[in-house]
């Protein structure tokens, strides 16, 4: 099973954890290390906005730099829940798991680089965090924004991606309504 992606939340754990090469190192998404890096610089440069122009930029770069080095071995380990069975145990699975690990070392990171507004930052990166796993996940259970055997482009995946977030909110608004 080194190749196959578990179906199930412990199959998915021990894969990362006794195979990382397979499960993480072989399937470093670069798709992740761009979307992420992009989009969560983004963010870190508003939130910092705040405290100036530079303390903006200097959060920016930060944050570019240390999420380019690690958002593709965060695809990586969301996508090996992707074939999870129920698919809302690994969603709650790569929920818990990316935060704990990601943000822990994020905070270090701006904490160390002096980022201006660290706590407000660090608090919206984790809940950019929880959104972006649920949709990434749900977007690599339809094939999309994957690595590895099945993949597609990333341009054939951005251009998915209004059809995917539609559904995504959509699908996400009827479990709310059943709940």
């Not at 199930?8 to 992420?36: E, M, T």
């Not at 730099?65 to 992707?82: L, V």
């Not at 055997?149 to 309504?177: E, K």
Request: glycine share 6%; net charge positive; aromatic share 10%.
């Amino acid at each position: 099973m080194h190749d196959e992606e578990p179906v199930s939340v412990g199959g998915a754990l021990q894969w990362i954890v006794f195979h990382p090469w397979q499960a993480v190192g072989r399937r470093w998404n670069y798709k992740a290390a761009v979307l992420s890096s992009i989009l969560r610089a983004t963010l870190f440069c508003l939130i910092n906005l705040s405290a100036g122009p530079d303390a903006a930029i200097a959060a920016m770069t930060t944050e570019l730099c240390f999420r380019f080095a690690t958002s593709g071995f965060y695809g990586a380990i969301t996508q090996a829940f992707r074939r999870v069975e129920p698919a809302r145990a690994g969603a709650a699975a790569a929920i818990v798991v990316l935060p704990v690990v990601a943000h822990s070392l994020e905070f270090v990171v701006h904490w160390w680089r002096g980022t201006a507004v660290l706590g407000p930052s660090i608090v919206a990166s984790i809940l950019f965090t929880v959104v972006s796993t649920t949709f990434n996940l749900f977007a690599m259970r339809r094939g999309a924004l994957i690595v590895g055997h099945g993949r597609q482009s990333l341009r054939s995946d951005l251009a998915a991606m209004p059809r995917l977030i539609v559904l995504f909110v959509t699908t996400t608004a009827r479990s709310v309504v059943r709940v």
